[in-house]
């Protein structure tokens, strides 16, 4: 099993920044991807951004050249950087990894607000 423990989210103002992060432990060894996914109020949730081993990342079109994922530890924390914040990303932001290919697990969600 692995536990996903997030921080980093709060209150923002449109265009400032916050740094997600979310340390993982347990079997860390088998972990194959990591990444973020967000829920706004009345949406469903939607991936922001995801890296593999390896270090290939993917991100959401909306956050395209304003968010960064990033691993630290070979697995143990990952972290998602977001610049130039604007509305539309306000909402629940969940930590997730993969493991062995098809185990999902999914932190407890942080919120991010951003005021326009």
């Known amino acids: 099993q692995v536990q996903l423990v997030e921080s980093g989210g709060g209150l923002v103002t449109a265009g400032g920044s916050l740094r997600l992060s979310c340390a993982a432990s347990g079997s860390i060894f088998s972990i194959n991807i990591m990444g973020w996914y967000r829920q706004a109020p009345g949406k469903q949730r939607e991936l922001v951004a995801t890296i593999i081993n390896g270090g290939s990342t993917n991100y959401a079109d909306s956050v395209k050249g304003r968010f960064t994922i990033s691993r630290e530890g070979a697995k143990s924390t990952v972290y998602l950087q977001m610049n130039s914040l604007k509305a539309e990303d306000t909402g629940v932001y969940y930590c997730?990894?993969?493991?062995?290919?098809?185990?999902?697990?999914w932190g407890q969600g942080t919120q991010v607000t951003v005021s326009s």
């Open positions: 997730y990894v993969k493991r062995l290919g098809f185990i999902e697990t």
